[in-house]
């Protein structure tokens, strides 16, 4: 298996098809506007940060706060840039002038890098404020050539309406835009580079591909270790940070509670999350939503190649450490707080880790699928999700746009019998409805590959996958 690379010295670790496309926004002739966007911890603003080391800018973090107090932060700190003390002296009541004053008064032959982080909460409390930018954009930084402007948001749902959507008066002005999702599982395994394949696969489990979490783990850990320091004991840092990420975007955050620990404890449909988190189901839509604009929750249908129906789809907690977290955390806090984290793990985490970790082994290799038909030359085009009914569960299915759709298995546990699990699978080739009447292929995605790997499927272990 091909090692993954180390981290690089600077920490800053991949996107590097995202710095190619801001270098590239830079560089051009016009004036760039780029919207960033992208759920929390993902790097947004540390990629911002990575561009801004060699280019002059001026960076401004929104905050929950009045805006004449925002305007006034932006204006001292342009003060300090463009080294013109009468800028500070500014109202804090005009951003229209503010903005225009600061672009205007820069003389640099570089170009300006004007970056409003966390732009959600400016604009909330500078109502006004995207038209304000649609006006200095239309008249003045366009053709001028002398700005650079990033709009950067981490509730998606916002930033696809207020700054992306048809709605929005920047609407069709963007000249670039970056959704940064966080790292897939190749690329998290950058940062446990000396780990073996299990190992670097546990850490995404519980970490996704969130750099700040991922860096955490410490490399000279074992797994279990790590996990007990970092998320069962109540000092480290991501044992709160779910309830920090909730609270910093939402509301009656205790409903959000329950329903991010009923989905996370196997309730998917609307009526069984209500149900199990005690609330009334004719709301449960409102709060689902505002998790899936955050990133946190999706919404899955059974994969056939046909239009999907609404009443089949089911809802999941796509954050790894978020399901983690609310699966074995939440539901125990005063037992962990009491006994400890090593007790907490013996007791609460071990017997059902293997079982857990088999579902999220389903997501990686659904992950993976893809990096394998580009690997094999299958240049069709491809949707991957999985497929259920009342009778069966098939993790992982490949609708492909040459005719095929490929159907997997998934088994993180020790094979005992290689024949049973391919008697398996194709007892589920059956029960598939291939509506589109595609040849089938059959896959086997495991752990470790047993001795014995008996045709009828294409088997794959987790040194595949990562080699992919």
Same mark, same amino acid.
């Given at each position: 298996?091909?090692?993954?690379?180390?981290?690089?010295?600077?920490?800053?670790?991949?996107?590097?098809?995202?710095?190619?496309?801001?270098?590239?926004?830079?560089?051009?002739?016009?004036s760039a506007f780029v919207?960033?966007?992208?759920?929390?911890?993902?790097?947004?603003?540390?990629?911002?940060?990575?561009?801004?080391?060699?280019?002059?800018?001026?960076?401004?973090?929104?905050?929950l706060a009045p805006a004449p107090l925002q305007l006034r932060e932006l204006l001292d700190d342009a003060a300090r840039l463009l080294d013109e003390p009468l800028i500070a002296a500014?109202?804090?009541?005009?951003?229209?002038?503010?903005?225009?004053?600061?672009?205007?008064?820069?003389?640099?032959?570089?170009?300006?890098?004007?970056?409003?982080?966390?732009?959600?909460?400016?604009?909330?409390?500078?109502?006004?404020?995207?038209?304000?930018l649609q006006e200095l954009w239309d008249r003045k930084w366009r053709r001028s050539g002398k700005v650079m402007l990033i709009l950067c948001g981490s509730f998606i749902g916002f930033m696809e309406r207020e700054v992306l959507g048809q709605r929005s008066p920047l609407y069709g002005r963007r000249t670039a835009q970056i959704k940064l999702a966080p790292f897939g599982y190749r690329e998290a395994a950058a940062f446990h580079p000396r780990w073996s394949a299990v190992d670097r696969a546990a850490a995404y489990f519980?970490?996704?591909?969130?750099?700040?979490?991922?860096?955490?783990?410490?490399?000279?850990?074992?797994?279990?270790?790590?996990?007990?320091?970092?998320?069962?004991?109540?000092? !480290?840092?991501?044992?709160?940070?779910? =309830?920090? $990420?909730? /609270? &910093?975007? *939402?509301?009656?955050?205790?409903?959000?509670?329950? +329903?991010?620990?009923?989905?996370?404890?196997?309730?998917?449909?609307?009526?069984?999350?209500?149900?199990?988190?005690?609330?009334?189901?004719?709301?449960?839509?409102?709060?689902?939503?505002q998790l899936i604009q955050l990133g946190y929750v999706s919404r899955r249908y059974p994969m056939t190649g046909a239009r999907p129906r609404k009443r089949d789809v089911r809802y999941?907690?796509?954050?790894?450490?978020?399901?983690?977290?609310?699966?074995?955390?939440?539901p125990h806090r005063s037992?962990?707080?009491?006994?400890?984290?090593?007790a907490a793990w013996q007791e609460l985490i071990a017997g059902?880790?293997? !079982?857990?970790?088999?579902?999220?082994? =389903?997501? $990686?290799? /659904? &992950?993976? *699928?893809?990096?394998?038909?580009?690997?094999?030359? +299958?240049?069709?085009?491809?949707q991957v999700g999985e497929y259920w009914d009342r009778d069966v569960q098939i993790d992982v299915v490949g609708v492909r746009g040459d005719g095929w759709t490929d159907l997997g298995e998934c088994k993180w546990g020790a094979v005992r019998s290689g024949p049973a699990l391919v008697a398996e699978l194709e007892a589920k080739v059956g029960a598939y409805p291939n509506p589109r009447n595609a040849t089938i292929g059959r896959h086997l995605f495991v752990r470790t590959r047993p001795r014995a790997t008996p045709e009828g499927a294409i088997w794959h272990d987790l040194a595949d996958l990562y080699d992919a």
């Open positions: 298996m091909t090692p993954p690379p180390s981290l690089p010295t600077d920490q800053f670790v991949g996107r590097a098809a995202e710095l190619a496309a801001l270098d590239a926004a830079y560089r051009g002739r016009d919207p960033i966007y992208g759920r929390r911890r993902v790097g947004k603003s540390e990629l911002i940060m990575h561009l801004l080391r060699d280019r002059p800018g001026l960076y401004h973090v929104g905050k500014l109202p804090d009541d005009d951003w229209r002038r503010a903005l225009d004053t600061i672009v205007d008064r820069w003389r640099s032959p570089r170009r300006l890098i004007l970056a409003l982080d966390e732009f959600q909460w400016t604009a909330q409390a500078a109502v006004g404020l995207p038209s304000i519980l970490c996704g591909g969130v750099p700040l979490y991922l860096r955490a783990f410490d490399p000279a850990r074992s797994v279990r270790a790590n996990v007990e320091a970092n998320l069962l004991s109540e000092y !480290a840092a991501l044992y709160r940070e779910p =309830e920090f $990420l909730l /609270r &910093e975007e *939402l509301r009656d955050v205790q409903s959000y509670h329950a +329903v991010l620990w009923a989905i996370a404890g196997g309730h998917h449909t609307q009526r069984a999350i209500a149900g199990a988190a005690g609330l009334p189901e004719r709301s449960l839509h409102y709060w689902l939503e999941v907690v796509d954050d790894p450490l978020l399901r983690f977290w609310f699966r074995f955390v939440f037992f962990i707080q009491q006994r400890g984290p090593r059902d880790l293997d !079982a857990y970790f088999g579902g999220c082994f =389903e997501r $990686l290799c /659904r &992950e993976a *699928l893809p990096h394998l038909y580009a690997r094999d030359g +299958v240049a069709a085009p491809a």
